[in-house]
């Protein structure tokens, strides 16, 4: 069973400031997407990873797929209220009859003024 | 907008009884998948499918079947829910030749 970690798992912090957020496995994925998931609703897809050694940036968000695509890592700079929900990573990986992500538990993220 | 809505979005019921959710789409893709979402476990798959009448289990399947047999919906069915069963559910679809999945707004679901 493939298994994804991710840390910390709650983290508070203040606005304006930065933070990072782990996503490890033992499991090499073809693949791996960071989604944001707010109360009540379902996960949002943010960024897929593909390469490994890629960073992607989104904005304020940078995204890092590690040299092995085993590992990930979510780093927000100037951390702002709208940034709170709960980060999810997930890995991909192909099956004989269909593409299934691993999820992993998630990070809740609270960004108070 | 992925164009997927799931019914009801809230249900509560007794032990035992038989619950049916059902998971929609407008874009005609191929690959639909359920997960359940708990606390301390995140999305765990279900069931998915390939194709119309093309099934197969996810990790957490025991309890639940699924059907399809047109490509718009995908139904889940717990045949007699039991309280391990409370849960939100989510539907995703996949478009074909990416790997990434866009997910339904959820249903919560009570098994008192």
């Known amino acids: 069973t493939q298994l994804l970690e991710q840390s910390p798992q709650f983290l508070s912090i203040q606005e304006g400031e930065n933070l990072t957020v782990y996503c490890n496995s033992s499991?090499?994925?073809?693949?791996l997407q960071w989604y944001r998931q707010e109360p009540g609703e379902g996960p949002v897809l943010l960024v897929t990873?593909?390469?490994?050694?890629e960073v992607k940036k989104l904005k304020r968000l940078t995204f890092q797929f590690g040299d092995a695509r085993k590992d990930s890592s979510l780093h927000i700079t100037a951390a702002q209220p709208g940034d709170t929900g709960l980060y999810l990573c997930?890995?991909?990986?192909?099956?004989?009859?269909?593409?299934?992500?691993?999820f992993g538990t998630g990070t809740r993220l609270q960004v108070t003024l | 907008d992925a164009g997927i809505t799931q019914s009801p979005r809230h249900k509560v019921t007794e032990t035992g009884t038989p619950v049916t959710l059902r998971c929609h789409q407008t874009e005609n893709h191929r690959y639909m998948y359920w997960y359940r979402q708990d606390p301390g476990h995140g999305l765990r798959l279900i069931h998915y499918s390939y194709g119309v009448k093309d099934t197969d289990k996810g990790e957490v399947s025991d309890g639940y079947s699924v059907s399809r047999s047109k490509t718009e919906d995908f139904l889940l069915t717990l045949e007699s829910a039991t309280s391990s069963q409370t849960s939100v559910y989510f539907c995703?679809?996949?478009?074909?030749?990416?790997?990434?999945?866009?997910f339904g707004p959820g249903t919560r679901l009570t098994v008192l």
């Open positions: 995703a679809i996949r478009p074909t030749g990416l790997n990434e999945q866009f």
């Open positions: 499991s090499v994925f073809s693949s």
């Open positions: 990873v593909v390469t490994g050694g």
């Open positions: 997930a890995g991909a990986s192909n099956t004989g009859t269909a593409s299934k992500l691993t």
